[in-house]
């Protein structure tokens, strides 16, 4: 008689099956509201960090703007503060130059007045006498003496104002570099968006870098170059004008801008022309040398580098030739490994990949080698070069300055009216038949 087979395992109720069915539908729904509330919560996140993030930008969009038309209204002050502080050192310079052509051009006048007062003393019995004559030419060398005496006060105050004038202008300068990087700082930040490639997260962006200064310090700093360089060119016109007052009180005109004279040179000072030209010579026949063997040593190592640049050319071709043989070698080893059964066997041709393969490597090794020698030695003949080209650069800029000083001493014997420089300053080149010195005058222009 056949049964019924019972499936073993534990047995529910019916009761049991309608509350289990209701929790899972209870549960889903109530899942479904907790992810519905969070989707809307970060649906509202979202729309509000997007138009935080949007709103902060152009807020400091804004402000970068705002600081970069702050900083140029300050670069654009401190540019015409500049220019006029050039246009009072000239002009000061000019004066002060003015003021040392009077004071010698006071020597003349002093040796005749000396010159008159000695041969009076000549004079014989009754004719020496204390007569107005004789008064009025002391008074003149006391006259002349005192208006040495005030020039000469006068151009140490130019020249102590010009000393003030250069530190306000070097001062000014650093701000308005300062200033200037700072326009391209801010204006490169200002110029970035989402899209740019070279954004970046940084380490510690926030810090606050040490050497801060506060806004105030900021544009009192600038302020205070500002005063300082309108005070003292302030000075200076004053000084200018207390110059041109003594000038004019002392010659009975204003100062003009054309020279006086040169005097005529002194056996003295003929012989110490001498003697200086012959060492000016001397010096620019052994710096002559010196030049010559270093263009030579020049010369020779152009050619070692050109020739160690290709065989450095050379050993990387080769380099990459052995790579390609390795990749064959690799390639048929790793082929051969595919081989059926007992097809695989280490054959002749097994031992000869292999034999090339380490070959190869060895070969690659030695060349990796040598080619770093040889780029060692590449680097050591260009830092070498640049030294040696430094020293010629030197070589020549002392002997193109030795040439010109011995052109400009030439005046000492040429009148002026008949002086035609030799050395051009704009071409940096002679009039006459360029000589090895000469050419490195070329070099330099």
């Not at 060492?279 to 050619?303: G, P």
Request: charge should be negative; aromatic fraction near 4%.
């Amino acid at each position: 008689m056949a049964t019924l087979s019972v499936k073993p395992g534990q047995r529910f109720q019916l009761p049991d099956w309608h509350t289990n069915s209701y929790l899972l539908s209870t549960n889903a729904q109530l899942q479904r509201d907790v992810s519905h509330q969070i989707r809307q919560e970060a649906r509202v996140l979202r729309n509000e960090t997007n138009n935080q993030t949007i709103w902060d930008e152009h807020d400091n969009r804004t402000r970068l703007a705002e600081r970069i038309d702050t900083v140029n209204r300050w670069k654009e002050m401190l540019d015409k503060c500049l220019t006029d502080l050039d246009a009072e050192i000239d002009a000061l310079t000019q004066m002060k130059e003015s003021a040392e052509q009077n004071l010698q051009a006071k020597n003349l006048p002093l040796d005749v007045a000396i010159e008159c007062l000695t041969l009076r003393e000549s004079r014989r019995d009754i004719d020496v006498v204390k007569d107005p004559v004789e008064d009025e030419l002391h008074k003149e060398v006391e006259v002349i003496e005192a208006t040495k005496k005030a020039l000469q006060q006068r151009i140490s105050q130019a020249f102590e104002q010009l000393c003030l004038l250069q530190e306000v202008r070097q001062q000014l300068h650093s701000d308005h570099r300062g200033k200037m990087e700072t326009l391209e700082i801010d204006r490169g930040c200002l110029s970035l968006n989402l899209k740019s490639p070279n954004i970046s997260l940084k380490v510690d962006p926030t810090r606050v870098p040490d050497g801060s200064t506060t806004l105030q310090q900021w544009d009192n700093f600038s302020q205070f170059n500002k005063d300082r360089a309108e005070a003292e060119m302030k000075a200076a016109r004053e000084l200018r004008e207390a110059i041109a007052l003594t000038i004019a009180e002392v010659t009975g005109h204003p100062p003009t801008a054309h020279g006086w004279p040169q005097c005529v040179t002194n056996n003295e000072l003929e012989a110490q022309r001498v003697a200086t030209e012959f060492a000016f010579r001397k010096r620019l026949r052994e710096m002559e040398k010196v030049y010559s063997e270093l263009k030579w040593q020049e010369k020779n190592t152009l050619e070692e580098i050109a020739e160690l640049q290709e065989d450095i050319r050379h050993l990387e071709e080769d380099l990459r030739r052995k790579f390609l043989s390795l990749k064959l070698s690799h390639t048929r080893l790793e082929a051969r490994t595919y081989r059926p059964n007992v097809e695989l066997c280490r054959d002749q041709a097994q031992y000869g990949l292999t034999d090339e393969v380490h070959q190869l490597e060895a070969t690659i090794a030695a060349l990796k080698q040598k080619l770093a020698q040889a780029q060692d030695a590449l680097d050591a003949l260009y830092k070498h070069l640049a030294r040696l080209q430094a020293d010629i650069a030197c070589k020549a800029n002392s002997m193109l300055l030795d040439t010109k000083c011995v052109d400009t001493r030439r005046k000492l014997t040429v009148p002026a009216e008949k002086f035609v420089p030799e050395v051009d300053t704009f071409t940096r080149t002679t009039n006459r038949t360029l000589s090895p010195l000469k050419s490195c005058q070329l070099e330099l222009a």
